[in-house]
């Protein structure tokens, strides 16, 4: 039974495009994150919600629209794709981020052709 | 602010050999610090942590102490394998700002 689940795992599409990626989580978890990992590995916090308030902007385009249905989702929506939108997008989510781990996704490669 | 400072790779080690990698941090509060592993092609995975001073982290062989003093989470195995191979993250939490901060990560090679 998986933790933190994203689909889907592999995304292509065209500029221009509009697309969503889910994530869910079963831990009974509060807090969830959306983070973008370029190719170079780098990991940058995109959004934090806390039972499904926003807490975490980060200087995000606002084509990046997150939703929080629940606090056991928290999906993400991407309008009018650019190439550079191109990267890993890996979704979380953790308890007391003071104490306890991020639980992560599988990931979702995006490939923005 | 808070920040984690990580060394640069790529490392390449052979099989058996000794890893240190470095990690140092700033941070306002408290932190609780991590060490995450990345294999090829999946999610970030906690390897190790620590919620305090002076606390290690241990978990398959790796081994990570907390040092308040030099503000250092630095990363050791005594003997690498192949498996090992991977990006390795440090990060830390605190209790305010409800995120984790990311280093840059180090991709390890082992060599048989």
């Known amino acids: 039974d998986t933790a933190v689940s994203q689909t889907p795992k592999y995304l292509v599409t065209q500029m221009g495009n509009d697309k969503s990626i889910k994530c869910e989580q079963n831990l009974g978890h509060d807090t969830m994150y959306w983070y973008k990992q370029d190719s170079k590995k780098f990991l940058k916090i995109m959004f934090s919600y806390n039972n499904k308030e926003l807490i975490i902007n980060e200087t995000v385009p606002n084509r990046f629209s997150p939703k929080s249905p629940d606090k056991a989702h928290l999906n993400l929506h991407i309008n009018s794709l650019e190439l550079g939108d191109s990267a890993v997008y890996f979704c979380?989510?953790?308890?007391?981020?003071?104490?306890?781990?991020?639980?992560f996704g599988q990931g979702t490669r995006l490939t923005v052709v | 602010g808070n920040s984690v400072t990580q060394m640069e790779g790529p490392v390449t080690l052979s099989e058996e050999a000794f890893l240190t990698i470095n990690c140092t941090y700033t941070a306002t509060g408290y932190p609780s610090l991590f060490w995450y592993v990345q294999y090829p092609g999946e999610g970030l995975q906690l390897l190790l942590k620590a919620t305090k001073a002076d606390d290690k982290g241990s978990n398959k062989g790796f081994e990570a102490t907390y040092r308040k003093e030099t503000t250092s989470f630095h990363l050791e195995k005594g003997s690498v394998q192949v498996s090992d191979s991977a990006v390795y993250f440090c990060?830390?939490?605190?209790?305010?700002?409800?995120?984790?901060?990311f280093g840059t990560g180090t991709s390890l090679t082992v060599i048989p």
């Open positions: 979380a989510s953790s308890q007391e981020p003071r104490i306890t781990e991020a639980f």
């Open positions: 990060a830390l939490s605190v209790g305010t700002g409800n995120q984790f901060y």
